[in-house]
């Protein structure tokens, strides 16, 4: 039954486009091209976020309506400017993706007042007429936590890269304090991190500094891929691969091959694609458009990826990936029979 | 029996010269103390490790500081010559020799555009070097639309990148050399004290780094002595350019990949190895032997409160403090040296 | 006006002054003669407030003065022109702006600025100095000369009871002098009290009421009978006599250097003359003279646009100081502060600058050569130090004068330049100077420029007057009458 239905789905999505083309749309999107939609960015450098804008861009094509990309590289103050600045462009939707909930508050509420609908991703706003959407950083760190049980049991010593202050991750501190509660024989032998760039080098350094001073370290808990690229350099600095393991979240191409490397450490991830997070932004973004009522927050659904599947399907890149692992490729949120989705 | 006053001034004098050498090693033992496994060979040559990138760039700095210049691009250049390696192996499908070598040669161009912004177009260094900062951090990513470089990733013609950075390549980050202790030395910590010997000769000891520290002081005098000053400030920027190259190679052959980065915080942490530098010996300018103690400072400040779990913003509060500290005993203390010698 | 009795000072161990009495009356010009060191400096920044006394007694007219910083001296009216042109103005201003930030800096001054206002009052300052600039000009862009009336301008915004002047006339043409002296001529009508620290001749012939001279820290001598006796003061401040420099022109050998048809301002005759061999010739003219082009073609810094150059028979036309220096033409430059010293350098590095090739085997420099040349050099010229090794800042002017001229001693030449050698040194190191000049001078031709004409006659054996770019006029240095020169240096031969 279920197998039926996911096929069924799967012809939706293959003939999506061309039905979407003759069925009749809701206004605005009966003429997409007088439809334009902003994405107001806190932070773009780095695979995630440029993956992130590369579903945005596809899903918006897709649509057929206008997009703006407006960038305030890690300054609030600046994002919320961007905001004003995209109510003044006359845009029709805005997407505001990471930032502080502070500074975003006024300026979303701005953007309504002006008669435009907006969405955040990852970004608390807290206000009813903005969708949230999430890609559960809890259940990312509670997944990939999870893991670390299943393949060291209850008991081990552990490192733990975080930088407070960051939403994301802060969202995934919750499930590491939920998982250290229930699992009384796990230490927190250390925590440390920075977001000096490049980070991996950077946390590369410390997590050298962190092993030499506590050598009882057998799982470091690493829940954001740079964090983990970096404790995986030290590790393997220090010969100490087979002793080790790393459990993060996030994924990238590059963080394939290094999971994949002979030895490697890095023995799991969990991650949601960011490039479908992309799309289902534009998607939430454009059914609330259309008028329709959205159910908050908007989850993404994440995926664990081992090592050993990894392995097993000789995956080398982000396209493999999603090729092997159908549920990492698409994400069924936020559908509507009127709307095209991008090309595969 | 000396005055109260000459003993004074003898205090002050060895307090100038030798202050900050006796606060590093106080800061050696107290670590030793206070963090199991901090004095140990192996923990020495990982904070030798932490800081050759950073010491690399900042011995860079340190001959543009040296003409009466700055460069601020140095971290760009180190971050655009990390994706340029990345590029050529993995896109270009080129050798790490090749790669090594156009990285070389982006520096040294960067340096000479940087040299000649300064000397012919008489662009203020700070203003030069911001502008060539910006310039390639963004020009870095124009070839892969921003992307993180990494084999297999999906090119602009849909293809997908099928080379991989070279085993030669990453020996370079990663081999370690053997001394008394297997597999001890890292290839980067080898090379950041050659170019740390190099730059010292060369500044201190060669008729070129006399005639440098010349112009750093009084250009138009040292023009009129008949040292062609233009060639020598452009030759400091292409040394700082060519360093902060070799510094982006050996981090790309650490970390493996091609990431996306600004450099900022190379650029930052080299300079304060640098201006920490003028503080040591009391030498009161830019010298390659300060630099380099500058950089090992700040590493064991940074590997030592790290062991003993220091938070990481109190390790950017306690780098500032350092820095702060370092200026003073450059500027007030030797200042107040300075007067009582005339009248 | 103002009185001091008993004034000491020390620093740490080293005592400045040493019981200094003085008085200067209203509308009185007192110059101040003193060897460098002798204590001049320390005076001057006690009474400007820069430091406090040890010990002694200062009365303002007739009110005890013990002023607390620089700032409470010049409310309480003594005013002060430092010798460093550069601390009296801000290069990056206007000359109106600068010539009212005295006014910006009171607490009296309103928080608006008015441009209106602003240009008017500084044109009073200006047109009271008789100066003629252009108020908007950023004063980075005027000349040396400009900036020093911009500097006493300043001060004299002030009103002072006592204004104190440092050197005024070191970077100064005669012309410009002038204007300075009749300035001051008339503040002494006014009442002012003058204290002018110099070791010009023609200054202080011009103003001088009553010389005072300092050494060691004591007044030596004290000079109030007109004529004033110059010769006794020299003594006094020097303490010794100084053998009379009577100089016995050497005949020239054969000619090293020519100048056929230069053109040195445009419009103006060309110019024409030799130097020979072991000859020294001083050229001697007020600013605009078109010494300071001669000396810039003469080093490869400016291309001539008429006639030619010979040395030592062959056409030299040098584009860059490297190929001036490569045909054996050294210049020791004028204002050794901009153009010659390396203030982080000590005097080794100093003096061995030019020649760092020649001391440097493999690539690598030999610190014990270097030393050993400046050790050599240090003893020939008397410089004054504990060793080679010395940051030059810690000598005197006259010290690091004679370490640029040393500089450029360190190796045979065949034109040595010294423009303005004696610029801020007192006299016996100016006679240091003039005498290794002297005794080397055999193997080269030396070309002196120098403004004062003392000095000319003190170290040329011929001298030649250069008047707007023309010969003006030239004799040899025997039974020299001072007036003809004179004359001849302003226009008037």
Not at chain 1, 127 to 145: D, K, M, T, V, W
Not at chain 2, 268 to 297: C, E, H, K, Q, Y
Not at chain 2, 298 to 323: E, S
Not at chain 3, 269 to 284: I, N, Q, R, Y
Request: net charge negative; charged share 15%; proline share 4%.
């Amino acid at each position: 039954m279920l197998n039926r239905l996911a096929i069924g789905l799967a012809a939706t999505l293959t003939l999506g486009p061309a039905l979407a083309v003759a069925q009749e749309r809701p206004a605005p999107f009966d003429a997409p091209e007088e439809v334009s939609i902003a994405v107001v960015r806190y932070i773009s450098t780095g695979d995630f976020f440029q993956a992130y804008l590369a579903g945005v861009e596809a899903q918006a094509e897709a649509l057929g309506v206008e997009l703006r990309v407006l960038d305030s590289r890690q300054d609030a103050a600046l994002q919320a400017d961007m905001v004003d600045q995209a109510i003044a462009l006359g845009v029709d939707g805005i997407i505001i993706q990471h930032g502080l909930s502070e500074s975003m508050q006024e300026a979303a509420q701005r953007a309504i007042d002006a008669g435009i609908d907006v969405v955040a991703f990852d970004v608390e706003i807290d206000n009813p007429a903005i969708p949230q959407i999430e890609q559960s950083n809890y259940l990312l760190g509670e997944l990939a936590l999870e893991q670390a049980a299943a393949d060291n049991g209850d008991d081990f010593t552990a490192g733990y890269v975080y930088v407070p202050g960051i939403a994301p991750l802060d969202q995934r501190n919750a499930a590491w304090e939920d998982f250290k509660a229930a699992h009384p024989g796990v230490t927190e032998a250390a925590v440390f991190g920075t977001l000096d760039n490049p980070i991996a080098n950077a946390v590369a350094n410390q997590a050298r500094a962190v092993i030499q001073a506590n050598p009882a370290i057998d799982v470091f808990f690493a829940p954001y891929n740079e964090f983990a690229a970096g404790v995986k350099i030290a590790v393997d600095e220090m010969g100490l691969g087979e002793d080790i393991s790393i459990y993060s979240a996030d994924i990238s191409t590059s963080d394939i091959a290094a999971m994949r490397e002979p030895g490697s450490p890095w023995a799991a991830t969990v991650a949601t694609n960011p490039t479908v997070v992309g799309e289902v932004s534009v998607r939430t973004l454009a059914l609330l458009m259309a008028g329709e009522t959205i159910e908050s927050p908007v989850i993404v659904p994440p995926t664990l990826i081992t090592q050993d599947f990894l392995d097993d399907n000789a995956i080398d890149s982000m396209a493999t990936l999603s090729e092997k692992m159908p549920q990492f490729a698409h994400a069924e949120v936020a559908l509507a029979d009127w709307l095209p989705l991008p090309a595969r | 029996m000396a005055e109260p006053g000459a003993f004074r001034a003898r205090l002050l004098a060895f307090a100038i010269r030798y202050g900050f050498l006796l606060l590093l090693v106080g800061l050696v033992l107290y670590f030793s103390l206070a963090a199991p496994g901090f004095a140990n060979p192996r923990s020495a040559v990982f904070v030798l490790q932490s800081v050759a990138i950073t010491g690399i760039l900042a011995l860079g700095v340190t001959t543009t500081l040296v003409v009466g210049g700055f460069d601020l691009s140095i971290g760009a250049v180190a971050t655009s010559s990390l994706m340029l390696a990345a590029y050529s192996m993995v896109v270009l499908e080129q050798p790490a020799y090749v790669a090594v070598a156009l990285c070389l040669l982006m520096g040294a161009l960067v340096g000479l555009i940087n040299g000649l912004l300064i000397v012919k177009c008489r662009i203020p260094d700070l203003l030069a070097t911001l502008g060539m900062m910006f310039l390639l951090i963004g020009l870095q990513r124009i070839p892969t639309q921003g992307n993180s470089i990494a084999t297999g990733m999906t090119l602009a013609d849909g293809e997908t990148a099928q080379g991989s950075f070279s085993a030669a390549f990453l020996w370079l980050g990663r081999h370690r050399f053997d001394l008394v202790i297997e597999r001890l030395v890292p290839v980067p910590v080898v090379i950041f004290l050659l170019i740390a010997l190099a730059i010292w000769l060369f500044l201190g000891f060669t008729r070129h780094g006399r005639l440098m520290y010349a112009i750093g002081s009084n250009a138009r005098a040292t023009a009129l002595v008949g040292a062609p000053v233009a060639r020598y400030k452009i030759a400091a920027y292409m040394i700082s350019g060519v360093t902060a190259a070799i510094g982006g190679v050996l981090l790309a052959a650490r970390l493996g990949r091609g990431d996306i980065a600004s450099g900022n915080n190379l650029l930052l942490d080299s300079v304060a190895a640098a201006l920490i530098g003028f503080a040591v010996l009391g030498a009161a300018r830019p010298n390659a032997f300060g630099t380099a103690m500058g950089a090992l400072f700040v590493g064991i400040l940074l590997q030592g409160m790290t062991m003993l779990n220091a938070p990481y913003y109190t390790q950017d509060f306690v780098k500032g403090a350092v820095l702060v500290i370092a200026l003073m005993f450059t500027f007030y203390l030797s200042s107040r040296r300075g007067p009582s010698m005339r009248h | 006006m103002l009185a001091l009795h008993g004034l000491y000072k020390a620093f740490g161990a080293n005592q400045v002054l040493r019981g200094v009495d003085l008085t200067i009356d209203a509308g009185e010009v007192v110059v101040l003669m003193g060897a460098n060191g002798a204590g001049k400096s320390t005076l001057v920044k006690v009474l400007s407030g820069y430091h406090v006394a040890d010990d002694g007694v200062m009365t303002l007219a007739g009110n005890a003065y013990h002023p607390v910083d620089a700032r409470d001296a010049i409310r309480q009216g003594i005013v002060t022109v430092h010798q460093a042109i550069d601390d009296g103005v801000i290069p990056d201003l206007s000359v109106a702006d600068n010539l009212l930030l005295d006014r910006f800096a009171s607490r009296d001054h309103g928080l608006w600025v008015s441009a209106r206002t602003l240009r008017r009052e500084a044109r009073q300052v200006a047109e009271a100095m008789g100066m003629t600039l252009d108020l908007d000009a950023r004063v980075a862009e005027l000349s040396v000369a400009d900036r020093q009336l911009i500097g006493i301008a300043r001060a004299l915004a002030h009103s002072p009871r006592l204004l104190i002047l440092d050197e005024p006339t070191s970077s100064l043409s005669a012309a410009e002098a002038e204007r300075l002296f009749n300035l001051l001529d008339r503040l002494r009508e006014q009442g002012v009290a003058i204290l002018y620290i110099s070791h010009r001749m023609t200054d202080i012939r011009r103003l001088a009421d009553r010389i005072v001279c300092l050494r060691d820290g004591r007044v030596s001598g004290m000079f109030d009978q007109k004529p004033l006796d110059l010769p006794g003061a020299v003594q006094a401040m020097l303490g010794q006599t100084l053998e009379a420099t009577a100089i016995q022109p050497v005949a020239p050998g054969p000619a090293v250097l020519e100048l056929h048809d230069i053109v040195l301002a445009p419009g103006s005759k060309p110019v024409s003359f030799a130097v020979g061999d072991g000859e020294v010739v001083a050229l001697t003219g007020l600013l605009g003279s078109g010494m300071e082009a001669l000396v810039a073609m003469l080093f490869g810094q400016r291309p001539l646009s008429q006639g030619s150059l010979r040395l030592d028979g062959r056409d030299y036309a040098p584009n860059t100081v490297s190929e001036a220096l490569a045909r054996g033409v050294f210049l020791a430059a004028k204002d050794r502060s901009v153009n010659g010293v390396v203030a982080d350098f000590d005097i080794a590095d100093n003096m061995t600058l030019p020649f760092l090739k020649a001391f440097s085997t493999g690539g690598l420099l030999r610190r014990s050569r270097q030393r050993q040349a400046a050790t050599q050099m240090i003893e020939r010229l008397g410089i004054v130090c504990q060793s080679p090794q010395d940051a030059i800042g810690t000598l005197s002017g006259g010290n690091q004068q004679k370490v640029m001229i040393g500089r450029w001693l360190q190796a045979p030449c065949r034109l040595l330049i010294l423009d303005e050698p004696f610029q801020g040194v007192d006299i016996g190191a100016r006679h240091d100077i003039g005498r290794q000049i002297r005794a080397t001078a055999k193997g080269r031709a030396t070309l002196v420029c120098v403004s004062e004409i003392d000095e000319a006659i003190e170290i040329a054996d011929r001298i030649i007057v250069l008047h707007e770019g023309c010969i003006a006029g030239e004799q040899y240095n025997q039974d020299i009458d001072l007036g003809v020169l004179a004359a001849q240096a302003a226009g008037h031969g």
